[in-house]
């Protein structure tokens, strides 16, 4: 499914390299988001090991989507791909996200919507 907005998300994220990955999307009640990666194999892109056990980026709710993304690269932070929408085929849902990284090489995920709006078949 490369050709999917998620599949090219995945594809700028982790390389046209990887190969495939399972992932488990969970929500808690009060609306925080945890997604758990399985790498099927060894991929590395932008000097960070996705293979690697642990925690590999973190993400953001924002607002103020592109304030926050110009003040990252203000305070010597980097925009380490294009802007993508998830659902660019309906103009009724406007979530996206981007991946930044901080001015200490942490990378983070920033989106525009609530994580159960970014994920729901039928939010708008």
């Known amino acids: 499914e490369r050709e999917t ?14 190969k495939s990955f399972n992932i488990a999307h969970l929500v808690t009640s ?6 758990m ?3 099927k194999e060894r991929q590395e892109r ?6 690697r056990l642990g925690i590999f980026h973190f993400c953001l709710q924002t607002d103020d989507f ?10 010597g932070g ?15 849902k406007q979530a996206k996200m981007v991946y930044l990284e901080d001015p200490f090489g ?9 994580y159960e709006e970014t994920y ?5």
């Open 30 to 35: 009060d609306g925080i988001g945890v997604e």
């Open 78 to 92: 980097k925009v380490r791909m294009d802007i993508m929408r998830y659902h660019p085929e309906d103009d009724s």
């Open 5 to 18: 907005a998620i599949g090219r998300m995945c594809i700028a994220v982790f390389g046209e390299g990887f």
């Open 37 to 39: 990666f399985e790498m």
């Open 46 to 51: 932008h000097e960070v090991d996705f293979s």
């Open 106 to 114: 942490n990378l983070f995920e920033l989106y525009s919507h609530t």
């Open 66 to 75: 592109e304030g926050a993304i110009a003040r990252t690269e203000q305070y």
């Open 120 to 124: 729901a078949s039928d939010y708008s």
